[in-house]
């Protein structure tokens, strides 16, 4: 069997593959993530889940790597993750009473093949106020996720609606992942019973 190399340092991507008891390792990839300027947001996230899985790949040319990465995009602009309690209230009162889309893009690589790909997921917010904002932020939780909020946590309070993948939003589009993988011969169509909770093997 193919072994399977999670090229993130994301709990959540973690936590989603072990939901679905995918056997995997991880190593977080150490890969340039700047990306030009006017970059497309499925573009942009197809590009890091790429250099993600590849930087892996060099080290373990046997397996089989998946890199993601996961935007969220307003008004045409791409929200990362905010650098601090300011940009994350700006960040935050954006996306409040209205709605915005999250990418994530997914590059799966074996020796013999390369899939690339991406979902986008459609997400309204309910109108917040300030002191809603401010006591989020306090949590410290949005520091590290796009769009400055995490839904699969206490950000999953801010969302009216949402179409498309919840998954996605989390940052590791399941169904999908899992249908490319069953497709490249790298997981069959059974499914364990035995929890994997992802060995990290580069020592972190």
Avoid: C
């Avoid at 679905?20 to 990839?29: D, E, G, L």
Wanted: glycine share 10%; net charge negative; no cysteine.
């Amino acid at each position: 069997m193919t072994n399977i190399i999670l090229a993130s340092s994301s709990p959540r991507r973690k936590e989603l593959l072990s939901q679905v008891n995918i056997s995997y390792t991880v190593h977080p990839a150490d890969a340039d993530e700047t990306i030009p300027k006017g970059t497309a947001p499925a573009d942009a996230v197809e590009q890091l889940a790429l250099r993600k899985a590849e930087a892996v790949f060099a080290l373990y040319p046997d397996a089989a790597v998946i890199g993601a990465d996961t935007v969220v995009v307003k008004d045409g602009q791409i929200l990362g993750k905010p650098a601090g309690k300011a940009e994350a209230a700006e960040m935050i009162s954006s996306l409040s009473g209205t709605g915005h889309s999250v990418y994530t893009g997914v590059a799966i690589i074996t020796r013999n093949e390369k899939v690339i790909f991406h979902e986008k997921t459609n997400v309204e917010f309910w109108e917040l106020t300030e002191e809603e904002i401010a006591s989020y932020i306090e949590t410290g939780e949005p520091f590290d996720k796009a769009g400055g909020y995490g839904i699969q946590s206490a950000g999953a309070l801010f969302v009216k609606a949402i179409r498309g993948d919840y998954f996605t939003v989390v940052g590791l589009p399941l169904s999908s992942l899992y249908r490319h993988l069953k497709h490249l011969g790298i997981i069959t169509g059974s499914f364990s019973s035995s929890k994997n909770e992802g060995e990290w093997i580069n020592g972190k």
